[in-house]
């Protein structure tokens, strides 16, 4: 029986970002360094085909520091820790290693530099995500306000309107985050931002490429977790893109081939941190039921790297 054609369209960039590569470096170099068990505070990035291959290594995935013992290494994942945790490491004499994504640390000096300057900071983001957690943890109590929509903004309550700055999760999708930063600067005209956009490269960089390959295609999958911000937001880029069937698959046996019959081009992107393999196996699925030609749609090169911390690149 003969395949009917199919054009799929492969987003570049797409896929592990400069910061969650380092991260699971990190994670791979504490296992030789200290050997099993190394823990680590919250998935090291979201993603579980990713978590599960680390633990399959050694790696044991807690939720809290006090779930560690005292006598082995433990690393801090991508999304960033309050202060208070390192503070606690530290305190029981523990091996620690932080692999928060520079981009995010970046966010943490910033409200940190504000508040030393006496501003109150608000900040952009999705309450309960590490990473919102993270940050808003950098500063006192009641120090760091949440909004999350632009509804938000008209019924944040401040300390002084006229000492305010803000910063976002790095993770956002990028036209919200316009449209909040503009109520944000329509009520507290003297605000304080960012000097660059908090969002970062990587979450930019995948969301134009969703743009720009959403209005050729008939359906788009993004492959990512269902905790990953950046790879929800994708989907959300790609639907209001012009995107009809837009939707989030872990793996290639999530695909829902029903609600693709008929169609005649896919566009396949993947959250930050979904690796290769994934995207692979969702391609391949693909070959299994089309005669397939892919078509690359580039919009940025990305040749970041981050290096790793000096504690792992010296000998044990």
Sequence with gaps: MTKPPLTLYLAAPR????????AIKIVEMALEKWGAPVYVRH??????????GLRDKGAVFVEELEDCPDD?????????????????????????????????????????????????????????????VGTMGQLPEGEVLLVETVEDVATVQVRDPES??????????????IDIVAA???????????HKE????????????????APKCDAMLVVGA???????RLVEVGSKAGCAYSQLVQR?????????????????????SAPEELITEVIDAFRGRYDVTVELVETAVENVEFKVPRVLRIPA
Excluded at 184 to 193: D, E, M, N, Q
Excluded at 252 to 272: C, F, K, M, N, Q
């Design 15 to 22: 896929g592990f970002c400069a910061g969650v590569d380092r």
């Design 43 to 52: 998935e090291i990035v979201h993603n579980k085909y990713v978590v599960d």
């Design 72 to 132: 082995r290494p433990v690393i801090f994942s991508a999304h960033g820790v309050p202060k208070a945790v390192p503070a606690e490491a530290a305190k029981r004499e523990m091996i620690y290693v932080d692999a928060t994504c520079p981009l995010v640390s970046k966010v943490h000096i910033e409200a940190a530099r504000h508040h030393d300057n006496g501003l109150q900071m608000i900040m952009i983001g999705h309450e309960g995500h590490p990473e919102t």
């Design 164 to 177: 305010l700055a803000f910063v976002t999760q790095t993770t956002l999708s990028v036209d919200d985050t």
């Design 184 to 194: 944000l600067h329509a009520r507290f005209p003297k605000i304080v931002g960012p």
């Design 198 to 213: 908090d969002i970062c490269y990587a979450t930019t960089n995948r969301q134009e490429a969703v743009k720009a390959m």
């Design 226 to 232: 269902p905790n990953s911000s950046n790879s929800k």
């Design 252 to 272: 290639a046996p999530d695909i829902d081939w029903r609600a693709l019959e008929g169609i005649e081009s896919v566009g396949i992107t993947a959250g930050a």
